[in-house]
């Protein structure tokens, strides 16, 4: 089974932006629809968004709506996850998966917004 591997995080303050970077090892991935979902402190996974295996449908929670997008290389298996306007309560853990549970996420990567 294909591993994902998150990269990107970091420590931003408010009002800032990031680029999350999600890496697979399989074959598979230019066929596989793929979701971020997170985890902020003391709570349980979150989803975020999801993608198409081709990129063209996308959605988000409300909580990013206008504020991330997702898109996916499938000629480096990457997907990505560009974060702007970002808020104190984004503070968590971001993870990439297939499916809105975070099916074979990685460890993630810690983003913490604060000033």
């Known amino acids: 089974q294909a591993r994902f591997v998150e990269s990107g995080g970091g420590l931003v303050q408010p009002g800032g932006s990031l680029r999350l970077s999600c890496t697979s090892s399989?074959?598979?991935?230019?066929?596989?629809?793929m979701n971020w979902v997170r985890q902020a402190p003391g709570k349980g996974l979150e989803w975020i968004s999801f993608?198409?295996?081709?990129?063209?449908?996308?959605n988000y929670a409300d909580s990013v709506r206008g504020r991330f997008t997702v898109s996916r290389d499938n000629s480096k298996n990457t997907l990505f996850l560009e974060m702007n306007s970002l808020k104190p309560e984004d503070t968590a853990v971001y993870y990439c998966?297939?499916?809105?549970?975070?099916?074979?996420r990685g460890r993630g990567t810690q983003v913490t917004v604060s000033s």
């Open positions: 399989g074959s598979a991935f230019a066929y596989t629809p």
């Open positions: 998966g297939i499916d809105r549970q975070g099916t074979r």
């Open positions: 993608i198409s295996n081709n990129g063209a449908w996308t």
